[in-house]
């Protein structure tokens, strides 16, 4: 399976930006699909994730009530939608897809099979 994240870019606070992650190989239905960020200097962490039939959606404390993760199987797209940015939101945004993922695991990057390339997100005061 491969991952094509896009949708990233420069914002100011207060922004709106929606992240996509468009896959090939496979079908994105199969997986557990998820969203992750990367700042400089700093390990990489768990943003969102949604479960294979976008009945259970999980979030970080740091995004819950402004960010959205959503999916369209027909599409083979997961999408984070990002309001309300913040500066401390700046990173690079990488998509990830994994197959029987438990919940205690589902923050943790091992859980995840596949990895996009990551989508550069700054966001300026």
């Known amino acids: 399976v491969q991952l094509q994240a896009s949708g990233g870019g420069s914002a100011q606070a207060g922004d709106s930006l929606r992240l996509s992650c468009a896959t090939s190989?496979?079908?994105?239905?199969?997986?557990?699909m998820g969203w992750f960020r990367q700042a400089p200097g700093k390990e990489r962490e768990f943003v969102a994730s949604i479960r294979r039939n976008g009945g259970h959606t999980y979030y970080s404390d740091s995004v819950r009530g402004r960010f959205l993760i959503s999916r369209d199987n027909a599409k083979n797209t997961v999408y984070l939608q990002m309001n309300s940015l913040k500066p401390e939101d700046a990173a690079t945004y990488y998509c990830a897809a994994g197959g029987g993922i438990i919940l205690s695991q589902i923050r943790f990057p091992r859980a995840y099979d596949y990895w996009g390339q990551g989508t550069q997100v700054t966001v300026s005061s």
């Open positions: 190989g496979g079908t994105v239905s199969g997986y557990t």
